[in-house]
């Protein structure tokens, strides 16, 4: 059984910063990809990164490239999300999800593993 746990999110003025934390448990993701996306009222889930764990290759939504960054810590078997230069438009519940394949998908339904979400609010 693979738990994800996400941890790290709050509000957050814009033009401000955070950092989110998925912490996996249950499985080495030696050969998998890890996944942030993200949901606000309203709307359907959104990709946000992603990052194929076993060579560390990233992908971005367009709207949060060169404001965010994925990275990984394998000692630790935790994903990060670095958010910097947040938005309101940020504004969000975020998950963490992974893979068992070593395509980084943008679509939620190549993921079958969540966690259960961190809120993420940025004022203006």
């Known amino acids: 059984q693979v738990q994800l746990v996400e941890s790290g999110g709050g509000l957050v003025q814009a033009g401000g910063s955070l950092r989110l934390s998925c912490a996996t448990s249950?499985?080495?993701?030696?050969?998998?990809?890890v996944g942030w996306f993200r949901q606000a009222p309203g709307k359907e889930r959104e990709f946000v990164a992603g990052i194929r764990w076993s060579d560390g290759t990233t992908y971005y939504a367009n709207s949060v490239k060169g404001r965010f960054t994925i990275s990984r810590d394998n000692a630790k078997n935790t994903v990060y999300l670095q958010m910097n230069s947040l938005k309101p438009e940020d504004t969000a519940v975020y998950y963490c999800?992974?893979?068992?394949?070593?395509?980084?998908?943008?679509?939620?339904?190549?993921?079958?593993?969540w966690g259960q979400g961190t809120q993420v609010t940025v004022s203006s």
């Open positions: 249950g499985r080495t993701f030696t050969t998998y990809t």
């Open positions: 999800a992974a893979s068992d394949t070593i395509v980084v998908f943008t679509t939620p339904h190549g993921y079958g593993y």
